[in-house]
């Protein structure tokens, strides 16, 4: 068996400790007889695994016992209409900042949903390659929300605005678990399982339960309102039982792995490693800025991105960052293709990442470097 290290931007590399419970299990879970897959939701041998991992939520994030823990579906995507539907309901207003492409589709449905939508800061100035510093939002909005760590772009919020009294939303995809958060800061954090948490299927919800309103917006389809889930356990209907399963065994890893604050510093140290070597060299170089780059997201350029638009150059510069995908992909480090937006290469280093890929990776790096000079 060959694994290789997946610098996927998600889903993503799991710990192989957990793929292998996940495997031994997968005929027989616990002498049932059965595989997690086959099993009603409502049976007395789910409830446990269910419960279970919405204890080790509460415990690893120090969720407070006035918030909600939820297992959705739809994906991050439909985390963007549910919080306009469910918290956009008494001035009609919010608060967001534009931070790349995942706060700009929140924002595109809440308006499409009818919320008067004020974008208070943006990065797009210089192609979010940072996070605007907004100490305090003030005003009469409903809520104020922001993407906590922007995938795509590489950047990461290294302090939380002050809202005052406004509920703070965020989305924390990519972010859950690298290292420890004050909930308690945040009116509602939501995250897609897909990147640190689980396999795709199940998006993590934590909302403060005044903010579970009894009425939505006008025509909110039930299955769209915090509510009925809330109220439910998140059984209205037929959980992803599998993932919130797999989700459970990564959140006892990240346990074992010293917690939020262990997850913390292996990201750190992880991504010290990787910036400082792209900081230190004359042919690679990062595309965000010190104070706003995330652990998770490492996009990178090589000399030849030189933003010149001449055929030329533009040619060269596709055949040295196909070069380097190729070569890296042979080498058993994949998935470092780096998105249209920014170009170049993206290393994802979330939590199953360990050091010792991170380490192959500049190694590689290194060695590309000399040979393309
Ligand atoms: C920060 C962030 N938010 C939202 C999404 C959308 O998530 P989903 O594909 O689960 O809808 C993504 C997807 O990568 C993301 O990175």
């Known amino acids: ?207 403060r339960e005044d903010l579970i309103p009894d009425e939505c917006r006008p025509g909110t389809p039930t299955m769209l309102m915090y509510k009925t889930h809330a109220e439910n356990g998140s059984m209205y209907n037929t959980p992803p039982c599998y993932t919130i399963y797999v989700l459970g065994k990564v959140l006892h890893w990240v346990e074992k792995n010293g917690g939020a604050e262990g997850m913390g510093k292996r990201n750190r140290e992880k991504a010290d490693y990787l910036y400082n070597f792209l900081d230190n060299s004359d042919f690679y170089h990062a595309t965000t800025e010190k104070g706003s780059r995330s652990l998770m997201n490492v996009p990178f350029l090589t000399k030849y991105s030189t933003g010149a638009t001449d055929e030329a150059s533009v040619a060269k510069e596709k055949e040295i960052n196909d070069k380097f995908v190729k070569e890296a992909t042979a080498a058993g480090l994949v998935n470092l293709k780096g998105h249209r937006l920014v170009g170049g290469m993206r290393a994802s280093i979330y939590n199953a990442m360990g050091l010792d890929g991170v380490k192959a990776l500049v190694d590689f790096m290194k060695k590309f470097a000399d040979e393309n000079k």
């Open 1 to 207: 068996m060959k694994r290789v290290y997946n610098f996927s931007a998600g889903p993503s590399c799991l710990p192989e400790e957990v793929l292998k419970e996940c495997a031994a299990e997968m005929l027989d879970y616990q002498g049932t007889g059965q595989s997690v897959m086959e099993m009603s939701h409502r049976s007395k041998f789910y409830e446990p695994i269910i419960a279970d991992a919405e204890a080790m939520v509460r415990k690893l994030m120090n969720v407070p016992d006035n918030y909600k823990v939820l297992f959705l579906q739809g994906g991050g995507s439909t985390q963007f209409a549910m919080v306009a539907e469910n918290l956009g309901i008494k001035t009609g207003k919010a608060a967001y900042i534009n931070t790349g492409v995942w706060s700009k589709k929140a924002i595109a449905e809440a308006k499409k949903l009818g919320v008067q939508v004020d974008v208070i800061a943006t990065s797009e100035d210089k192609n979010f390659s940072y996070i605007p510093r907004v100490e305090k939002i003030t005003g009469d909005y409903d809520y104020a929300y922001i993407c906590f760590n922007n995938t795509i772009m590489g950047t990461h919020y290294e302090y939380i605005p002050d809202t005052g009294n406004i509920p703070l939303v965020a989305d924390i995809s990519s972010c859950v678990l690298s290292e420890p958060l004050d909930v308690t800061k945040f009116g509602l954090l939501f995250a897609g399982a897909q990147k640190n948490l689980a396999p795709a299927g199940v998006t993590l919800v934590i909302i």
